[in-house]
């Protein structure tokens, strides 16, 4: 079985991804962390000059940019490895936020990614939530649900889940900086953010987790019908 879940930043992808994997016993798997990952490994690399990309350097260092899945010993969870280091926390910055959409609209990545994807969901039931899984990476997968919330719902989730490590930042910014996302993710030419005919709508902005998951037990039992 493969579930795809694409949908907009910040609007509970991955927690909703993982209570329905978890609840399943498959494997997850966080797309968006591995083009977050490739984010990270530009920034280190000093590839962003004046804010701006270069993108042909990413391009000619794709075979040095390794990003696996791995289970922790400490937690028993799975986090997101680049090139060996376990780069879960650092992946989750606003810095990286600020600069994943401008990198993932690398064609040459995204096909490197969508291999990698599909490797994973070849031999296993998996859930896998991002941007393009239901329209790109699995087409053809079993259920597809399409995930938002409003602007302003979703920028409070995200301002409080950075307020939570610990980081200081501003609402405003964090607002900006999701709608700077929506509009590269909505806009560029490969594989844009979309909502499959096949897809099925989920607005939760005002749901919470369990209802969430009262929704997918129930579409869930009539797709196995």
Same mark, same amino acid.
């Given at each position: 079985m493969i579930i795809a879940i694409d949908g907009h930043s910040s609007c509970g992808k991955s927690s909703f991804a993982k209570r329905i994997a978890s609840e399943l016993g498959v494997l997850y798997i966080d797309s968006g962390a591995m083009y977050r990952a490739a984010t990270l490994f530009c920034i280190e690399k000093g590839y962003f000059q004046s804010k701006i990309l270069n993108s042909q350097k990413l391009i000619e260092s794709l075979d040095d940019l390794q990003i696996e899945f791995r289970k922790v010993q400490e937690s028993n969870e799975q986090k997101v490895f680049l090139n060996g280091d376990n780069v879960e926390n650092r992946i989750r910055s606003l810095e990286? /936020?600020?600069k994943v959409s401008e990198v993932s609209t690398i064609p040459e990545l995204r096909e490197k990614m969508v291999e990698i994807q599909r490797n994973y969901g070849r031999n296993t039931d998996v859930v896998m939530e991002g941007r393009d899984i239901g329209s790109v990476v699995f087409p053809n997968a079993d259920i597809k649900i399409f995930l938002t919330a409003c602007p302003e719902v979703r920028a409070q989730r995200r301002y409080?889940?950075?307020i939570q490590k610990g980081e200081k930042v501003d609402f405003d910014a964090v607002m900006n900086n999701l709608s700077h996302r929506d509009k590269i993710d909505q806009g560029r030419s490969a594989s844009p953010l979309i909502q499959t005919?096949? /897809?099925?709508?989920?607005d939760n902005s005002n749901m919470t987790p369990e209802e969430q998951m009262i929704w997918f037990r129930n579409l869930?039992?009539?797709?196995?019908k």
């Open positions: 990286v /936020s600020s409080d889940e950075i005919e096949d /897809s099925i709508l989920l869930l039992n009539k797709s196995q």
